[in-house]
């Protein structure tokens, strides 16, 4: 299996994730909950001093790094809310996937590409450079299984992070 060196922003918002139930009583403020019409349900987490919450995931088609028109239009809200919401983002986290029926060397490559595709479109949006933070982990990370199509299909994804100041 393909290793990837993961940053200790990476680790801390994956043992976050672990633990989002322990936080499920905090309140959501209202920006947040807006976010809740973006793309798909966004899943919040909150700990030591700031807050986080994933938006997404967008997908992509068997072998493609193309946005599609309703991945264009999810960005384009998502951008929307980052540009005007940008003083109390302090990181935006973009992590590529991708399903396992190529080999592990060309889903790494493919989910970079993915990643970077959503980054650049962001980009054109307006969001600041300098807060994206970009990864592509192959297919190391599905959220499904890889032996049926509708499964494979939901492991080519791109998720975006948010980790606001508080």
Known sequence: MHTRFLTPLTLLLASMLATAPLYADHKVSPELAALETLGNQPRHAFG??????????????????????????????????????????????????????????????L?????????DYLLRQGVEPQRLQVAGFGEIMPVDENWTRAGRSRNRRVEIYVIRMP
Not at 66 to 89: E, G, S
Not at 111 to 119: E, F, K, Q, T
């Open 48 to 109: 030591r001093g700031f807050n986080f919450l994933t938006l997404g995931p967008v997908y992509f088609g068997h072998n493609e790094s193309r946005l599609d028109p309703h991945a264009q239009d999810t960005l384009r809200d998502i951008a929307d809310y980052l540009v005007a919401h940008d003083n109390t983002i302090e990181r935006i986290i973009i992590h590529g996937h991708a399903s396992s029926l190529a080999g592990e060397d060309y889903n790494l490559k």
């Open 111 to 119: 989910s970079d590409s993915r990643a970077y595709r959503v980054r």
